[in-house]
């Protein structure tokens, strides 16, 4: 039991340092190597938490985020790491918000199900360029609907809301 334990232990450890240094490498690679990064993982309370899961009919999949704090030539940035789950399994993505707080970039990290990638694709992450907490963000008006990811369309506009929603409170954690 106690071997068990540790290989849980390790294997968690590592998903997330895992996921830490890529999209630390992203970062790197979209806005060079003379940025500055701080690494926080923010733990969401329920008050906090629960009218932002209402609000956008979504849980969050953990009750912390991975966040990050990047300092770009005087701009600040922040970053979200999180999971949403598609037709049966989660996606992982990235967002990065500008200093007041709307959509700069998105990035899927990792896509599990057997289609429906295609809201990997930059054409669809880019529709969230420049969205707010403020914006309606409505499949089909807002965001284009993509034939045969449905669930995952859905998912990934949710989970893009939840955190616009979020980002406020990460940002007074650092």
Known sequence: MKHLFIL??????G??????????TKLRETYGDSITI????????????????QSVRQRFFRPE??????????ETKYVVLDNVIGKVQPMT???????????????????RESHGYEVGYRSFLNQFQGKTEKSDLV???DIDGISGATI?????NRGVKKLSKIIPYISEQF
């Not at 701080?38 to 899961?53: D, G, H, M, T, W």
């Not at 985020?65 to 005087?74: D, E, F, P, Q």
């Not at 995952?152 to 990934?156: E, N």
Request: aromatic share 16%; glycine share 2%; net charge positive.
């Open 8 to 13: 849980i232990l390790i294997s968690v450890c």
């Open 15 to 24: 998903f997330s340092q895992s996921y830490k240094e890529q999209v630390e």
């Open 38 to 53: 701080s690494y926080k993982k923010v733990k969401l309370p329920k008050e906090v938490r629960n009218p932002i899961e």
């Open 65 to 74: 985020l991975y966040s990050w704090k990047v300092t770009i030539a005087g």
């Open 93 to 111: 993505f990235m967002v990065v918000f500008n200093q007041y707080f709307s959509v700069d970039y998105i990035e899927l990290l990792k896509y």
């Open 139 to 141: 499949v089909g008006k």
């Open 152 to 156: 995952s369309v859905h998912s990934m």
